[in-house]
């Protein structure tokens, strides 16, 4: 089987989707005959001010010297991913050169600071002098698993956010008692974040997506799972952690009390702070976006948590449905906010994002079914998860069960592939096109904390 190569600009979509070049752009403005893509073009209009789709002037787009059609397999060992421009050898063993991405005069403006010069949409006048290349990564990929190589993050800024989150957890919401310094240290925040968001213009634009992350986690230890977490009692739970999100609007006599309670524990204060600096640098429809998706996440805590108190094995459909709702689904849906741009409201709701997005928190989710699977098994209980279900409702070894878990994850990331190309074909605008590459980094680096975070998950003897 052979190894895997590193997308280019760390990106899980495929080449021609990835540089958003004028081939893809072409294919775009040729009319469609979908009603899903009629649609979409006609929102895109609407989103842009114009009467008609936005036309991309030929003039305004520099064609790539040269683009490698290939497509991602794979994996079967961890693979260095080269710097982004770097020479890199093709499936026939030619050797190329990743081009810059190519983009309309009036593209926003790309990302800037530490680590992200690459990621720029807009033209470079010349190419960056080329970075050492990257040590290897730690941590053993699954065998068989379809994922992309990514660089190492910014060490610079992965010191920094872990620095400024870990402040943040116990100075201003007193996140965890001592004893859980460890565990705090070994989730690897910083790295995550880095690695998922490296077209933050700030570092303060990465402590937004930390701050929900490490807020969100403490939720599902504390409520949930690890550290006193229950089913029993979970939904009132939950219900007013949701309001340090979507704020109670009562009774002058009554107010007072709900903001009180907001600093009863610390998922509620991890909430209530977290989402406090996301709206002060969000738009109004970025936080009711980010409030919608985690009501779905919440709902899917309590599907799981129903099942554990009626001691209910789902059927296989029903478990993916369940993890629809419980899974990484709020992460990459701010992609924009973190990159510092807004995707329209009326783009973001089509259908056709809509189904990107949730095949997205779908096959990372099951990226931590997978990674997390001997964790699982060391827990109290029968802790769900995908290949755990699959063996149980199909009658098939652990072994099986586990493997067939693996190729209902590259499943859904082909699919999540194919869906984001051809959106990224039929909808030529600016921050779509962003928005989509934004998602497939998160998708990617969401892979590498996963396999590099030894310190939390290590794999199963089944190969």
């Not at 992200?116 to 050492?132: N, Q, Y």
Request: with cysteine; hydrophobic share 40%; charged share 20%.
């Amino acid at each position: 089987m052979p190894e895997p190569g590193p997308s280019p600009l760390q990106s899980s979509l495929p080449t021609a989707a990835a540089h958003f070049g004028l081939h893809v752009l072409g294919r775009a403005a040729v009319p469609t005959e979908t009603a899903g893509a009629a649609a979409l073009t006609a929102a895109a209009a609407a989103a842009t001010g114009s009467g008609t789709a936005p036309v991309v002037a030929t003039a305004s787009v520099v064609a790539p010297t040269s683009v490698v059609a290939s497509t991602p397999v794979i994996a079967t060992a961890p693979v260095v991913a080269p710097a982004v421009g770097a020479a890199s050898a093709s499936p026939d063993g030619a050797v190329v050169t990743a081009p810059p991405v190519p983009g309309p005069g009036f593209v926003l403006p790309g990302p800037s600071g530490l680590g992200t010069a690459a990621l720029s949409l807009a033209r470079r006048e010349a190419a960056p002098e080329l970075p050492e290349p990257p040590a290897p990564v730690e941590g053993r990929p699954i065998p068989g698993l379809y994922f992309h190589p990514v660089p190492e993050p910014d060490p610079v800024r992965v010191d920094e956010v872990s620095r400024r989150i870990k402040a943040w957890a116990l100075d201003e919401v007193q996140l965890y008692p001592e004893d859980w310094e460890g565990e705090f240290d070994g989730f690897s925040v910083g790295r995550y974040m880095v690695a998922c968001h490296p077209d933050a213009p700030t570092v303060e634009h990465l402590m937004l997506a930390t701050r929900l992350m490490v807020a969100e986690n403490a939720v599902d230890d504390c409520y949930c799972e690890d550290h006193g977490g229950s089913p029993i009692g979970l939904g009132g739970r939950l219900l007013l952690a949701h309001t340090a999100l979507d704020p109670l609007h009562t009774t002058t006599e009554y107010q007072p009390l709900w903001a009180d309670s907001l600093h009863a524990d610390a998922p509620r204060r991890a909430y209530r702070s977290a989402m406090e600096y996301f709206v002060n640098q969000s738009t109004p429809s970025q936080a009711d976006r980010f409030r919608h998706d985690m009501a779905r996440l919440h709902m899917g805590y309590l599907a799981e948590a129903a099942w554990a108190e009626t001691d209910h094995m789902p059927e296989v459909w029903e478990y993916l449905a369940m993890r629809q709702f419980n899974n990484f689904r709020p992460c990459p849906t701010i992609t924009d906010t973190v990159g510092g741009y807004e995707l329209p409201a009326d783009l973001h709701a089509q259908p056709a994002m809509q189904r990107v997005l949730a095949l997205a928190g779908n096959a990372t989710t099951i990226v931590n079914d997978l990674y997390s699977y001997m964790k699982e098994l060391d827990s109290p209980g029968t802790h769900l998860n995908l290949p755990v279900v699959i063996a149980e409702r199909e009658g098939v070894s652990d072994r099986d069960g586990y493997l067939k878990a693996v190729e209902v994850h590259n499943d859904l990331m082909r699919d999540f592939e194919a869906e984001a190309a051809a959106l990224a074909a039929a909808c030529p605008v600016p921050t779509v096109q962003r928005f989509l590459r934004g998602v497939a980094v998160w998708v990617d680096g969401n892979h590498y904390w996963h396999q590099t975070n030894t310190y939390r998950y290590s794999l199963p003897d089944f190969w």
